[in-house]
């Protein structure tokens, strides 16, 4: 590795140009100017072109980058604050327990007493029900919107690359007639003179530009064809999880599960800790004291389940969840028009574009060669040249 050489070890290495000796890469390569890519040719033809060549880097390939989103693009942060003010329903659900407890142990019921765990965490889990709904409502909110968005840009960005690939073509197109219109004046005095010229050069080889012109023709009309059906074909909805498409799936699939694993956990923790669960089978006798306990029990257990709620519905967690379904929809989109513009690209841009390139420079080429030959043609004819400006005519 030279990068591990010393300063001894390096002596008598001869640096190779554009790479860096410390790191042993080759430097990046500068790129070249339209004047300094095609010296040939004049200032109307340079125009010309580095459109094409525009076109051709641009529109290569049609695809879209959708930008991702952080947890800022989704409202404030959250605040311990907002957490606090969620506890009140448990904390009143908390008051309600230890008031059923009173009531159950002056009524001195067994079947009460026994009910008592379940009916306190009943009254806890009730309590949790108004700060997670709350906090479900504003999340998805957030979510759904996120979503819409995303569906619209998708639309927008497919449009945009029609427009901006149409936009190329037609750029392309207007400095193409700029190129061509001295030549076109100068070939007009080409042919009027053929039959000299040839016997002057009978292997004179005179440009004709038409190809040019005709492998514009129909070129934008292919690309806003091809677009039209491809906004048929992209089909969003595919690519957005059944979850995130309304606000019902996501209480259906989200919200109630959510709440009714919750439940079922207060239940069974109830049910493991119960005293009534005794293994003697006997009736275990429950002082006041026993009833508080369940009651704080059942309370920090729905507070436990409000923290969670709120822990698991952070903008940041929702923020991954958007962006892993924004890399979806965008993978599936730029599959579909790789699918039914890829082919269509290829021919309009790299092939189309790329031929008229290499015949714009060969024309110019031959248009260079020429110039000799048709003086002496015209000389020949006994025609002044001594009005000719080259440069008025692009030569």
Same mark, same amino acid.
């Not at 275990?284 to 369940?294: A, F, H, S, T, W």
């Given at each position: 590795?030279?990068?591990?050489?010393?300063?001894?070890?390096?002596?008598?290495?001869?640096?190779?140009?554009?790479v860096?000796p410390?790191?042993?890469?080759a430097?990046?390569? +500068?790129k070249l100017?339209?004047?300094e890519?095609?010296?040939?040719?004049?200032?109307?033809?340079?125009? !010309?072109l580095?459109?094409?060549?525009?076109?051709?880097d641009?529109?290569g390939k049609?695809?879209?980058?959708?930008?991702t989103?952080d947890?800022?693009?989704?409202?404030?942060?959250d605040?311990?604050?907002?957490l606090?003010t969620?506890?009140?329903?448990?904390?009143?659900a =908390?008051?309600a327990? +230890?008031?059923?407890?009173l009531?159950i142990?002056a009524?001195?019921s067994?079947l !009460?007493?026994a009910?008592?765990?379940?009916?306190?965490?009943i009254?806890?889990?009730?309590g949790?029900?108004p700060?997670?709904?709350e906090?479900f409502t504003?999340?998805?909110?957030a979510?759904? /919107? *996120?979503?819409?968005?995303?569906? %619209?840009m +998708? %639309?927008?960005?497919?449009?945009t690359?029609?427009?901006t690939?149409i936009?190329? $073509? &037609?750029?392309?197109?207007?400095?193409?007639?700029?190129?061509?219109?001295?030549m *076109?004046?100068r =070939?007009?005095?080409v042919t009027?003179?053929?039959?000299t010229?040839?016997m002057?050069?009978?292997s004179?080889d005179?440009?004709?530009?038409?190809?040019?012109? %005709?492998s514009?023709e129909?070129?934008a009309?292919?690309i &806003?064809?091809?677009?039209?059906?491809?906004?048929a074909a992209?089909d969003?909805?595919?690519s $957005?999880?059944?979850?995130?498409?309304?606000?019902?799936n996501?209480?259906?699939?989200?919200f109630?599960p959510?709440m009714? $694993?919750m439940?079922v956990?207060?239940?069974m923790?109830?049910?493991l800790?119960?005293?009534?669960?005794?293994s003697n089978?006997?009736a275990?006798?429950?002082?006041?004291?026993?009833?508080?306990?369940?009651s !704080? /029990?059942t309370?920090?257990?729905?507070v436990?389940?409000v923290i969670l709620?709120?822990?698991?519905?952070?903008?940041?967690? $929702?923020a991954?969840?958007?962006?892993s379904m924004?890399k979806s929809?965008e993978?599936?989109?730029n599959?579909?028009?790789?699918?039914?513009?890829g %082919?269509? !690209?290829?021919?309009v841009?790299?092939k189309? =574009?790329g031929?008229?390139?290499?015949?714009?420079?060969?024309v110019?080429r &031959?248009?260079?060669?020429?110039?000799?030959?048709?003086? *002496?043609a *015209?000389?020949m004819?006994?025609?002044? =040249?001594?009005?000719? &400006?080259?440069?008025?005519?692009?030569f």
């Open positions: 590795n030279f990068s591990s050489m010393s300063s001894d070890d390096k002596k008598g290495y001869t640096p190779v140009p554009d860096d410390e790191l042993g890469t430097s990046p390569k +500068v100017t339209p004047a890519k095609y010296p040939e040719a004049n200032p109307q033809e340079l125009e !010309f580095s459109s094409l060549d525009d076109a051709i641009e529109c049609p695809q879209i980058t959708l930008p989103i947890a800022g693009d989704l409202g404030p942060p605040s311990i604050q907002n606090v969620s506890l009140k329903f448990p904390t009143a =908390l008051g327990s +230890v008031v059923a407890g009531v142990m009524a001195n067994p !009460f007493i009910l008592f765990p379940y009916v306190s965490c009254i806890a889990f009730a949790t029900i700060p997670s709904r906090r504003n999340q998805s909110e979510l759904l /919107r *996120k979503t819409n968005e995303q569906k %619209e +998708v %639309e927008t960005k497919v449009n690359i029609a427009t690939a936009g190329y $073509i &037609d750029k392309a197109e207007s400095r193409m007639n700029a190129a061509l219109a001295p *076109k004046s =070939l007009d005095e009027k003179i053929e039959k010229l040839r002057v050069d009978p004179i005179i440009p004709d530009v038409s190809d040019i012109e %005709e514009f129909g070129s009309g292919q &806003d064809s091809v677009f039209k059906i491809i906004l992209v969003i909805s595919r $957005i999880p059944n979850l995130f498409q309304s606000r019902e996501l209480e259906r699939g989200a109630y959510f009714g $694993i439940l956990i207060q239940l923790t109830v049910w800790t119960s005293p009534h669960t005794s089978g006997g275990v006798e429950l002082e006041q004291v026993d009833m508080l306990i369940m !704080f /029990r309370y920090f257990t729905g436990g389940q709620a709120f822990l698991l519905s952070q903008y940041s967690t $929702i991954r969840q958007i962006n924004i929809i993978r599936s989109t599959e579909v028009l790789e699918e039914k513009a %082919e269509t !690209f290829s021919l841009f790299d189309g =574009l031929g008229v390139r290499e015949k714009m420079l060969k110019i &031959d248009m260079e060669k020429i110039e000799g030959p048709m003086q *002496k *015209k000389q004819q006994g025609v002044s =040249l001594g009005g000719f &400006d080259k440069e008025k005519f692009g």
